[in-house]
């Protein structure tokens, strides 16, 4: 079980290119989300799915588009990159109710 | 509205001695979930332990211990006799049951721990 993957691990993009952070997971887990972390800020949550072809909006979205076309995978996309968006960025999953979510390593985004 | 406070933003404490982060939450549902995560220098986030509203009994494991009270609204964490391995910033989070069957994650803004040799 590798849990879950995401890729790259680092990333420095200039402003207005756009890029794709991939997370994928092996644990069958119908919930997948997306959260950015910033220094003292904790982690926030930018989109959530609920299961394959369900996403949503969570608390700071924009800038940002997923998808959800398989269980396994919940790409982020950033269709052009801003300073703003330099964070880390965590994948995590879960079964569902009330469910621990297991996270990610993390990519580290920097946006010059 | 949902909220997570930690109001300790570090505490610093010699090897050996006992800690305790405290995590004040708010929720209006009768039904919810808690949890702790740690975060060490490498970056990771670390799964520690789940609760639900439904179940008040503390729990124990190895040297890490949980306090849940309802009555006060308090989730909180008890490193007894901390190593320096245990230096991390600790996260607290809720979750709640939403309409559209998530559960998403509330988390507080987290506690760093240095724990000196």
């Known amino acids: 079980n590798a849990g879950v993957t995401q890729t790259p691990k680092f990333q420095v993009l200039k402003t207005g290119q756009s890029m794709t952070l991939q997370c994928a997971q092996d644990?069958?887990?119908?919930?997948m989300s997306w959260y950015r972390q910033d220094p003292g800020m904790g982690l926030r949550l930018i989109h959530y799915?609920?299961?394959?072809?369900?996403?949503d909006q969570g608390e700071v979205p924009n800038g940002y588009n997923v998808s959800r076309s398989t269980t396994e995978d919940f790409p982020l996309r950033l269709l052009s990159a801003a300073p703003s968006q330099t964070s880390v960025y965590f994948c995590?999953?879960?079964?569902?109710?009330?469910?621990?979510?297991?996270f990610g390593p993390g990519t580290r985004l920097t946006v010059l | 509205a949902q909220k997570v406070t930690q109001a300790q933003t570090e505490i610093s404490v010699v090897e050996k001695e006992d800690v305790t982060l405290d995590c004040v939450y708010e929720?209006?549902?009768?039904?919810?979930?808690l949890f702790w995560y740690k975060q060490p220098p490498s970056g990771e986030l670390v799964f520690l332990i789940r609760?639900?509203?439904?179940?008040?009994q503390n729990e124990i494991s190895g040297r890490y211990s949980w306090n849940f009270q309802k009555s006060t609204s308090s989730f909180n964490f008890t490193i007894t006799a901390s190593q320096v391995v245990d230096s991390a910033v600790y996260f607290c989070?809720?979750?709640?049951?939403?309409?559209?069957?998530?559960?998403?994650?509330?988390f507080g803004s987290g506690t760093r721990l240095l724990v000196r040799p």
């Open positions: 995590a999953s879960s079964y569902g109710e009330g469910g621990a979510q297991y």
């Open positions: 644990m069958n887990h119908e919930y």
């Open positions: 799915s609920v299961g394959a072809g369900i996403t």
């Open positions: 929720t209006r549902d009768t039904t919810y979930y």
């Open positions: 609760r639900n509203s439904f179940d008040e």
């Open positions: 989070a809720l979750s709640e049951a939403e309409e559209d069957s998530s559960y998403k994650l509330i």
